[in-house]
């Protein structure tokens, strides 16, 4: 999945080279695609041969083009509409598009374990410390995405909008393509925060930032560098006596009563 680049407008009219690489992306047919969607049969052939969407159907068009988890929802709710072979060859093609960006793979192996049971501004939160612990224990970014400092908190703004926009739902799917070590990361991670809620860690991340140096990207966003993650929490894993993964839940339970205990 591409995370990088400016957003389409879901307003937007959209191509026919667009409409062409829905059909690429995800493995599907004309008529087949148009059945997903509920409309006439040979709706997606007349796009393609240059009849012009309404505003509505260029809207459907673009949410598919930029929002892989909105298709595998619709290709797996309307699947009946078209043939076995059809759905199991484009089940294939949108799961491997969702799991090529690692932070999208990561989003939903912490849906996957709550079983829905999780918000979007929560697995942001998650996102972040299975990134700062990666970087202070083993030296390697877990992936590559910055955390953005904006008005609106959430590091991750490109997830995060698409969670909101597709809502938080399983996806049947059983590998990753993760190695053993961001496994390992990812399960301590969920096992250490998932006690605490979204307020809590909001807390504790707004704790944090203070002592966090910002810097800019090369989209002039205000971030807070891998390098500067990396170097805070290697002082951290220190002071806290983290020594591998499963250490890491020392340090949500020690801070957060630290920082209760200087707010009484």
């Given amino acids: 999945m591409d995370t990088k680049g400016k957003s389409k407008d879901y307003e937007e009219v959209i191509s ?87 932070i999208y793979a990561m989003a939903y192996y912490f849906i996957n374990k709550s079983n829905g049971e999780i918000s979007a501004e929560f697995i942001q939160y998650l996102l ?23 008005s609106k908190g959430k590091p991750y703004p490109k997830l995060y909008k698409s969670l909101k926009a597709n809502g938080i739902s399983t996806i049947d799917i059983k590998d990753y393509g993760m190695a ?18 979204p307020r809590a860690l909001q807390t504790l991340v707004e704790y944090e930032k203070p002592f966090l140096r910002l810097s800019y990207d090369e989209n002039d966003n205000r971030i807070i560098s891998k390098d500067t993650i990396r170097a805070y929490f290697r002082d951290l894993v220190y002071q806290y006596n983290i020594h591998n993964a499963g250490d890491i839940y020392k340090y949500p339970d020690r801070r957060l009563r630290s920082i209760k205990n200087k707010e009484i």
């Fill in 180 to 197: 053993d070590n961001d496994i390992k990361i990812m399960e301590a991670v969920y096992f250490a925060f998932s006690w605490y809620g």
């Fill in 128 to 150: 972040y410390y299975c990134q700062a612990f990666s970087l202070s224990l083993y030296d390697q970014e877990i992936f590559q995405e910055d955390f953005i400092v904006d």
């Fill in 16 to 102: 026919t080279d667009d409409i062409k690489s829905i059909l690429d992306r995800y493995h599907i047919g004309k008529k087949p695609l148009a059945k997903l969607l509920g409309w006439g049969e040979t709706t997606i052939i007349r796009y393609i041969e240059g009849d012009i969407p309404s505003r509505e159907y260029s809207s459907k068009l673009n949410m598919l083009l930029e929002e892989p988890v909105y298709y595998y929802h619709l290709l797996t709710e309307r699947k009946d509409y078209i043939t076995d072979v059809a759905y199991r060859k484009s089940r294939r093609a949108v799961l491997s598009r969702i799991m090529s960006s690692k």
